[in-house]
C-alpha cells in the first residue's frame, strides 16, 4: 500500500492564482480530511469527507472548496490564493470506527507571495 | 467544545533519560486517543492508539496510558534516544472529527 500520497511537496503561488492539492489513499477508508498547520496554530481542520460524493466544512473552510467523487481521491482547491493560506497542508484518512488510526499524508508546502 | 492541551510545549534530556510526555482533554467521552510523532518538515506518524476500554498500550519504548475520568493521557518514553527527537501530538476524537493537541517538542541530547 502506498498509504496516503499528496502531490505536490512544494509550491509557490502569487496572489489571486487558483491552485489543486492532490490527496489520493488506497486503504479503503471512508473519512478523508484537510489540515493546515501553521506555527503556533496547531493542527486546524478546513474539509473533511466520510464518503464518496459527502463533505462538510471544518474549523477553517473559507477561500477553499473541496469535493469527494471516489472514494479514493480528496483534492482541495484554492480558489484565490492569499498570504494567509501560507501554510503547510496536510491530507489524513482513517476507516470510521472506533478501532481507527488517521494515517497522514506527507504534507504539501504552499507559499502565496 | 474538546479542547486538548500538552505539557510541557519543549523538553530537553540528555540521551537514556526516561520521560513523560502529558496530554488532557476537556470532554472525557471520548472512545479512543491517538498518539502521533512528527519530525520536522514531515507528516505525522501514529505511535499508539489506546481504545477506551484499554488503560496502556505499549510498543517498544513507547508506553501511553489513558485516564478518561480524569481526562488525561501520558506518553512514557524509556531510555531516550537522540533518534527520539521530534514533536509529539496527542488527538481525540470529537464528533465526526479528531481535535489535536499543539504538541511537545523533544529533544534529546547526546
Known amino acids: 500500500n502506498a498509504g496516503v500520497t499528496q502531490t505536490p511537496k512544494f509550491q509557490v503561488l502569487k496572489t489571486g492564482q487558483s491552485m489543486t492539492l492532490q490527496c489520493a489513499q488506497d486503504?479503503?477508508?471512508?473519512?478523508m480530511s484537510w489540515y493546515r498547520q501553521d506555527p503556533g496554530m496547531g493542527l486546524r481542520l478546513i474539509h473533511y469527507?466520510?464518503?464518496?460524493?459527502?463533505?462538510d466544512q471544518g474549523e477553517v473552510p473559507n477561500g477553499y472548496n473541496v469535493s469527494r467523487s471516489t472514494t479514493e481521491d480528496f483534492p482541495l482547491r484554492l480558489l484565490s490564493a492569499a498570504p494567509s493560506q501560507t501554510s503547510v497542508y496536510f491530507c489524513a484518512s482513517t476507516h470510521i470506527g472506533q478501532a481507527d488510526t488517521q494515517y497522514f499524508g506527507p504534507g504539501t508546502r504552499l507559499t502565496v507571495l | 467544545k474538546q479542547e486538548v492541551t500538552q505539557i510541557p510545549a519543549a523538553l530537553s534530556v540528555p540521551e537514556g533519560e526516561n520521560l513523560v510526555l502529558n496530554c488532557s482533554f476537556t470532554?472525557?467521552?471520548?472512545?479512543?486517543l491517538q498518539w502521533f510523532r512528527q519530525d520536522p518538515g514531515k507528516g505525522l506518524t501514529s505511535l499508539l492508539l489506546?481504545?477506551?476500554?484499554?488503560r496502556e498500550q505499549t510498543s517498544g519504548r513507547l508506553n501511553a496510558s489513558l485516564d478518561k475520568s480524569s481526562g488525561r493521557s501520558t506518553l512514557y518514553i524509556a531510555a531516550s534516544q537522540p533518534g527520539d527527537s521530534a514533536t509529539y501530538l496527542c488527538?481525540?476524537?470529537?464528533?465526526?472529527?479528531?481535535?489535536f493537541g499543539p504538541g511537545t517538542r523533544l529533544s534529546v541530547l547526546p
Open positions: 488527538a481525540v476524537p470529537y464528533g465526526q472529527n479528531f481535535v
Open positions: 489506546i481504545q477506551s476500554s484499554q
Open positions: 486503504m479503503n477508508h471512508e473519512y
Open positions: 469527507s466520510v464518503g464518496a460524493g459527502i463533505t
Open positions: 470532554d472525557s467521552a471520548i472512545y479512543n
